[in-house]
């Protein structure tokens, strides 16, 4: 079951509750009885890596895209001759 947070307009109290999606949506203030309001988190999935574009796997003519070329190496600084 999803976890909604709630606050009050009058006093300002903030809270969360577990609440079924057929449960209707709560409206009173448990400290005050004032007027509740929603509040809207972001969500809670989050895609990584690539792949989730069509764009990401293929190119334009519809083949797949091969990996881009490693880097070269950088070349280690010379080492500071001492005198």
């Known amino acids: 079951m999803p ?3 709630y606050a009050c307009k009058d006093c300002s109290h903030a ?4 609440q079924s999606f057929t449960d209707s949506t709560l409206t009173s203030c448990p400290e ?3 007027t509740l309001r929603k509040k809207f988190n972001s ?5 990584k890596g ?3 574009y069509r764009t990401d796997s ?3 003519k519809g083949g797949t895209v091969s ?6 190496p950088t070349p280690a600084p010379a ?5």
């Not at 080492?79 to 005198?83: D, I, N, V, W």
């Open 79 to 83: 080492a500071a001759s001492a005198s």
């Open 58 to 60: 293929r190119d334009a």
């Open 32 to 34: 005050c009885q004032g």
């Open 67 to 72: 990996p881009a070329p490693a880097p070269a």
């Open 43 to 47: 969500v809670g999935v989050v895609f």
């Open 3 to 5: 976890t909604y947070a």
């Open 15 to 18: 809270f969360e509750i577990v």
């Open 50 to 52: 690539s792949g989730f």
